[in-house]
């Protein structure tokens, strides 16, 4: 028998993203964002508020980068998330990370993530019940380390975190269930 909880954002696991943008002077500012997913081949929806900085920038920008944060950064993808560059001039640099300039968009390469979207800005949707800033993903870069044998993106060790809305905790999940499209096959 389940238990009526109510009104709730009940998906889980949901990811944790590292925006990064430059602004109008090439500052550096990054953002953690768990309200996003893919959403086309070659395209990310963030669902990020107007007032962040990071909105600022990509407005006059036009171009962003998405990393996924791993476990051994998690203090700082947190902090990424509770500080803001509207009202802290040394955001980016208390950190002590470094930042690269992407060389396929307008928009800085945060070093310590394990892997990175490349983005160009394609637009900005704003309806009654959406505010999605939606990017079209130019390249993606992935630390060696993360990757396994045949170059793909393993990950097992990627080590990605999780955000669970239901306590905001944090987590890594766990190994490998099974194969998609394919665990289900068996019933066809
Ligand atoms: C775990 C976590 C997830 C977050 N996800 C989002 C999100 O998806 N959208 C959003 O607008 N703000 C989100 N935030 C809040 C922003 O990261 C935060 O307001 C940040 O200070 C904005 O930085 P900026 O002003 O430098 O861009 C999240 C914060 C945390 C801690």
Redesign the pocket.
Known sequence: MKKDLGVLQAVYPMP?LMIATYDEDGKV?V??????NICASDKIAL???EP???TKNIRKLKAFTVSIADQSHMDVA?F???????DMED?FERTGYTAVKSDKVNAPVIDEFPLVMECELAEIVETEHLHAVVGKIVNVAADEAVLDENGKVDPARLNALA?DNFQSGYYVLGGKAGQAWNAGKGIM
């Open positions: 944790v500012d953002m953690n964002a768990a309200w996003g669902f990020i508020s962040h900085k990071t947190d990424f998330g509770i500080a803001s560059g509207n955001k955000f």
